[in-house]
Antibody, heavy 117, light 109 residues
Framework: EVQLVESGGGLAQPGGSLSLSCAAS????????MNWVRQAPGKGLEWISY????????YYAESVEGRFTVSRDNTKNSLILQMNSLRVEDTGVYYC??????????WGQGALVTVSS | QSALTQPPSASGSPGQSVTISCTGT?????????VSWYQQHPGDAPKLIIF???KRPPGVPDRFSGSKSVNTASLTVSGLQAEDEGDYYC?????????FGTGTKVTVL
């Protein structure tokens, strides 16, 4: 059974940092590209990051470019999102999702990030 | 890239059909269409229900169907059931970057 489990969410102050992890199981993690998608409270889905199978290619939404960094450890079946210079508008639920061809076929349960002073 | 445009709401009675539009989708240079649809219930993660315009993942009822014409994709839910109530999002993916629709709240009357 494919499982994606996010962890590391919580409260951060504006300008602060948080790191999210996504533990993958039930599939060969190294063969799949991965994405991060977030959802602000009461709002829609926003794609924020992509990482290739090897981690060599990374793409970000303009809203997080230069502040967020995605990485992966294929030996530990783990996806990481390092979030720096956090803003109030970064508040929301963050989902990791597996990219299968051109669609996101499995999603984690989400991790809540709250940025507030 | 701007979000794809969806109507904010749609509704229907049990047994009826509801169709949601998604405007702004496009094909790539090879004519491939990579539109997918996701269902989200309150408090839950999104769930894939349609991919590549009109294909269903295993376990998704055939009441859900997708189509596309030029730059507008559509999701139709036939034979509405109470459990179909929720938020629906379209998405277009070009291989690396995904763009989501604005979302549609479906209410079963």
């Amino acid at each position: 059974e494919v499982q994606l489990v996010e962890s590391g969410g919580g409260l951060a102050q504006p300008g602060g940092s948080l790191s999210l992890s996504c533990a993958a199981s039930g599939f060969t993690f190294s063969l799949y590209e991965m994405n991060w998608v977030r959802q602000a409270p009461g709002k829609g889905l926003e794609w924020i990051s992509y990482i290739s199978t090897t981690g060599m290619a990374k793409y970000y939404a303009e809203s997080v470019e230069g502040r967020f960094t995605v990485s992966r450890d294929n030996t530990k079946n783990s996806l990481i999102l390092q979030m720096n210079s956090l803003r109030v508008e970064d508040t929301g639920v963050y989902y990791c999702a597996r990219l299968h061809f051109y669609h996101l076929d499995f999603w984690g349960q989400g991790a809540l990030v709250t940025v507030s002073s | 890239q701007s979000a794809l445009t969806q109507p904010p709401s749609a509704s229907g009675s049990p047994g009826q059909s509801v169709t949601i539009s998604c405007t702004g989708t496009s094909s790539d240079a090879d004519g491939n269409n990579y539109v997918s649809w996701y269902q989200q219930h309150p408090g839950d993660a999104p769930k894939l229900i349609i991919f590549e315009v009109n294909k269903r993942p295993p376990g998704v009822p055939d009441r859900f169907s997708g189509s596309k014409s030029v730059n507008t994709a559509s999701l139709t839910v036939s034979g509405l059931q109470a459990e179909d109530e929720g938020d629906y999002y379209c998405a277009s993916n070009a291989g690396t970057i995904s763009v989501f629709g604005t979302g549609t709240k479906v209410t079963v009357l």
